[in-house]
């Protein structure tokens, strides 16, 4: 319970964490220009994790079903200077009944870990694939779309080669569609058209909601990144294609990766382009699909 004058809130799980966070990071009594710095012990960020992650008393606003665990462990590179040393990162899973978590592990960077269960646990997160054409120079019209929920992760499959293992990113956090050839294999864009991609992160009350990931781009991009890797077998007579940004067309049909930019060159959004069987070469009045 938090009292702000002479209210009162029953703040949600998540904004407890963030609470905690903001109370401890600034104290009462401490000012930014006292001249004093505030250590944040290891013992606060893994009472913190036990409390929210490890014991959570409502069962509405429990972890995800797969009750995992990530630990955020960071070791010292022998040989690394003592003034500036280096560090190894690794993210160790465990189930939350597990009798092997590392709690109390000072190899452990507790804050970080708080983090990053906070990232995985206590936000949805939808991702958007749309095909646009733009109506004004400040406005789009949205064609076709497709929404779906993802899940975070400090880890990926690579989507050229699925199901052969995964690499951690940590500490990048990815968003996989694992089936995006059948998920979006009807998702066509043609001339004249862009991809749109959002992702956007909720609480799992829907009160907190933002935009994490934004990008596009041009069918005319596409279609260079694609011409570019063609094979030196591959005909050059230059024909106007339609393209799938994903395809389920077997094994032999070939599909370009192409990565999107976020703004401001911050995160990417990874997308397989193939050319649908039977688009053919299309004629200058073809319509949009």
């Not at 983090?115 to 939808?126: P, S």
């Not at 120079?137 to 995964?166: C, F, I, N, W």
Request: proline letters at 6%.
């Amino acid at each position: 319970m938090v009292r702000y004058g002479d209210v009162v809130f029953h703040p949600l799980p998540l904004c407890r964490v963030i609470l905690s966070i903001i109370d401890f990071s600034h104290p009462p009594g401490f000012f930014a220009d006292s001249g004093f710095v505030v250590l944040q012990g290891t013992t606060y960020w893994t009472d913190l994790f036990v409390r929210h992650f490890l014991f959570q008393a409502e069962p509405e606003h429990s972890i995800d079903s797969d009750d995992l665990l990530f630990f955020v462990r960071k070791k010292h590179v022998k040989g690394s200077s003592r003034h500036m040393p280096k560090f190894e990162t690794d993210v160790d899973v465990f189930r939350k009944d597990s009798r092997k978590l590392p709690i109390g592990d000072p190899d452990v960077d507790w804050e970080e870990t708080v983090y990053l269960n906070l990232v995985i646990h206590q936000f949805d997160y939808k991702l958007t694939l749309a095909i646009c054409t733009r109506t004004s120079p400040k406005e789009l019209q949205v064609l076709r779309r497709h929404t779906q929920r993802v899940y975070a992760s400090p880890s990926r499959r690579k989507m050229d080669t699925k199901g052969e293992g995964e690499e951690m990113t940590y500490p990048h956090i990815c968003f996989m569609v694992d089936n995006f050839d059948e998920v979006f294999s009807d998702i066509l864009v043609r001339d004249g058209e862009m991809v749109c991609v959002e992702l956007v992160a909720s609480d799992r009350d829907g009160s907190v909601q933002g935009v994490i990931f934004l990008g596009s781009i041009r069918y005319d991009a596409l279609k260079k990144v694609y011409d570019a890797r063609q094979s030196s077998l591959s005909s050059k007579v230059a024909q106007r294609m339609m393209f799938g940004l994903f395809s389920s067309g077997g094994p032999q049909t070939r599909c370009e990766f192409v990565r999107m930019k976020g703004p401001q060159g911050k995160g990417h959004a990874e997308m397989a382009v193939t050319k649908p069987k039977g688009s053919g070469v299309e004629t200058p009045t073809s319509e949009p699909g």
